[in-house]
């Protein structure tokens, strides 16, 4: 898995418009849903500090349905690997179900 704290805004915003996949966590009721990574947002305009990242949050839009609650998921990618985010659910947008994960 992943260390979150490695992580920062640059690594998200070269994975922009890509697809990241989500384990749902229920076995044989949902497969996997695939998350395209669609704004990647930096908070803060000063320097974060040396043991701080800038604080910043992405943005993820899925299917439709199902509409997944608030609550950590297992989320894959090819190039950041396996990563436990915590999403919330924003609203749809027209084109599929938004989910927020916030690094502070």
Same mark, same amino acid.
């Given at each position: 898995?992943?260390?979150? #704290?490695?992580?920062?805004? =640059?690594?998200?915003? #070269?994975?922009?418009?890509?697809?990241?996949?989500?384990?749902?966590?229920?076995?044989?009721?949902?497969?996997?849903? $695939?998350?395209?990574?669609?704004? /990647? =947002?930096?908070?803060?305009?000063?320097?974060?500090?040396?043991?701080?990242?800038?604080?910043?949050? /992405?943005?993820?839009?899925?299917?439709?349905? $199902?509409?997944?609650?608030? #609550? =950590?998921?297992?989320?894959?990618?090819?190039?950041?690997?396996?990563?436990?985010?915590?999403?919330?659910? /924003?609203?749809?947008? @027209?084109? @599929?179900? #938004?989910?927020?994960? /916030?690094? =502070?």
């Amino acid at each position: 898995m992943q260390d979150l #704290r490695s992580l920062n805004h =640059t690594e998200f915003a #070269r994975c922009l418009n890509q697809t990241f996949t989500l384990d749902p966590g229920v076995p044989d009721e949902v497969r996997a849903i $695939p998350l395209v990574l669609i704004e /990647v =947002t930096e908070y803060g305009s000063g320097a974060a500090g040396p043991h701080r990242r800038q604080p910043f949050c /992405v943005l993820f839009r899925g299917p439709a349905l $199902p509409v997944l609650p608030q #609550r =950590t998921y297992v989320i894959d990618h090819e190039s950041l690997g396996r990563l436990e985010l915590f999403l919330v659910p /924003v609203g749809p947008d @027209g084109q @599929g179900m #938004r989910y927020e994960a /916030v690094f =502070t």
